[in-house]
């Protein structure tokens, strides 16, 4: 199997003002003075903080992400942020269909799928999250949800340019719960298939694989260690950098 650089990204979601880039700015100095990290490093942090993350963590390393962006490049949409805009910012990658914007604004595999294009058509590295809630795991469709989601989520030119999966459990964001890592790497195996299936086994097997859901410092050494797990995104624990670090120390 192709050898994967992990990926660490922090989404900060709706949390952080201007003062948060002092964690930032602590963030940046473990990862300078202390071993060298063996993971890419991104965070997302809200748009309004994008382009101070992309300036100040660049000579540390740290590589700035948006949290969303619309599928159109410009036009008539009121408060909405475009792919090429987040790139203007110093942006590198996007995370499109988070399961909060797909439950709390109704976006559909086929609104996640144009916007995963969009990032793309700007240069942007697209973070596709798919997930089940815990109705669909407990019902035993967990794999199938996740598996249509993977086909109509993400887009065909993944076949030539680079995205990301990221498999966030929903029942397992902001909980504190976390799947078994028996779970996990059944659920991380069935998207590694679904992915060489698609693209081909070269392809498949280049491709990354994260784990979001609860994923902090007292667990992440263990998750990252499951098979096709190539790193997490992290939500709570990446607004502190001394856990944010812990986690990345952890690949």
């Known amino acids: 199997m192709t050898t994967i650089s992990p990926l660490i990204a922090g989404n900060w979601k709706m949390n ?51 949290q969303d962006c619309h599928a159109e490049a410009s036009g008539a949409h009121t408060g909405d942020i475009s792919a090429s805009m ?29 916007k995963a294009e969009a990032g793309i058509g700007a240069g942007l590295r697209p973070i596709i999250c798919v997930g089940e809630t815990e109705a669909e795991r407990d019902a035993g469709e967990a794999e199938a949800v996740v598996a249509r989601q993977l086909a109509a989520s993400i887009p065909d030119a993944a076949g030539q340019h680079d995205i990301v999966v990221a498999y966030e459990p929903v029942w397992a964001i902001g909980t504190g719960r976390t799947p078994t890592l028996e779970d996990i790497a059944s659920m991380h195996g069935t998207i590694r298939a679904a992915l060489c299936e698609r693209f081909g086994q070269e392809r498949g097997d280049a491709l990354r694989i994260l784990y979001g859901g609860s994923m902090k410092p007292q667990n992440a050494r263990e998750i990252l260690s499951v098979e096709n797990v190539n790193g997490g995104l992290v939500g709570g624990a990446s607004l502190l950098a001394k856990d944010f670090y812990t986690i990345i120390s952890a690949v």
């Open 16 to 66: 952080g003002l201007t003062h948060s880039l002092d964690e930032l700015a602590e963030l940046a100095r473990l990862l300078t003075t202390g071993a060298a990290p063996r993971a890419v490093v991104v965070v997302c942090p809200p748009a309004t903080l994008l382009a101070s993350v992309a300036a100040q963590g660049a000579s540390s390393g740290i590589l700035a992400g948006g």
């Open 86 to 114: 987040l790139a203007d910012a110093g942006a590198q990658f996007v995370i499109v269909g988070h399961s909060e914007r797909r439950a709390h604004h109704g976006e559909t595999d086929a609104v996640v799928c144009a």
